[in-house]
């Protein structure tokens, strides 16, 4: 074998090695030096690990349209059917996928129950409760997500969005519903 043969032979060698390894050394420098990591966060709303499932709130009774649906949980406080007019039209901006949310007005708050709500009262006052606070709850009855009273609707009918399309529906769900 000639010199320039066995150099090019190191070389594609060399090449091979350099292909494997270097997507692992630069995931290794962005994990160890959180290098090209975005630290903006993707969800508008606030996690709470620690609030309680939906079976365990202190609520007189609590109904859903379908057994797969997504929660949204709102605690009217002193504009309560602004509030319930406001929650109702981030569903029906859902379009096809509103059927997979059902929405509960928690509080006495007055006025005529929207088409697709539910409505339930406290009986105690959790100590984790803020006034006028939405929660979107999964269907297992887990909360996923809590915005404030002054959060804009779209960030909710945005994350909303995302909650459905990485949850998605399980094929046979409309049919065991109807």
Same mark, same amino acid.
């Given at each position: 074998m000639t010199d320039a043969r066995i150099v090019r032979s190191r070389l594609k060698l060399l090449a091979l090695f350099a292909v494997f390894a270097l997507p692992m050394a630069m995931a290794w420098g962005m994990v160890e030096w959180r290098l090209g990591i975005?630290?903006?966060?993707?969800?508008?709303?606030?996690?709470?690990?620690?609030?309680?499932?939906?079976? &365990? #709130?202190?609520?007189?009774?609590?109904?859903?349209?379908?057994?797969? &649906? #997504?929660?949204?949980?709102?605690? @009217?406080?002193?504009? @309560?059917?602004?509030?319930?007019?406001?929650? #109702?039209?981030?569903?029906?901006?859902?379009?096809?996928?509103?059927?997979?949310?059902?929405?509960?007005?928690?509080?006495?708050?007055?006025?005529?129950?929207?088409?697709?709500e539910a409505i339930a009262t406290w009986h105690d006052m959790p100590t984790w409760r803020e006034p006028g606070t939405l929660w979107i709850l999964d269907p297992d009855g887990r909360p996923v997500l809590s915005y404030g009273e002054g959060v804009a609707a779209s960030n909710v009918l945005e994350d909303i969005e995302r909650l459905l399309k990485l949850n998605p529906e399980r094929p046979l769900a409309r049919l065991h519903d109807e």
């Open positions: 975005p630290d903006e966060r993707t969800a508008h709303g606030e996690l709470h690990p620690d609030l309680p499932r939906l079976a &365990d #709130w202190p609520l007189s009774r609590v109904a859903k349209d379908g057994a797969d &649906d #997504w929660l949204m949980a709102f605690d @009217c406080t002193n504009d @309560c059917a602004a509030s319930a007019d406001r929650w #109702w039209r981030v569903h029906r901006a859902l379009g096809r996928d509103a059927h997979r949310v059902s929405r509960l007005r928690i509080g006495e708050g007055g006025g005529k129950t929207l088409p697709g």
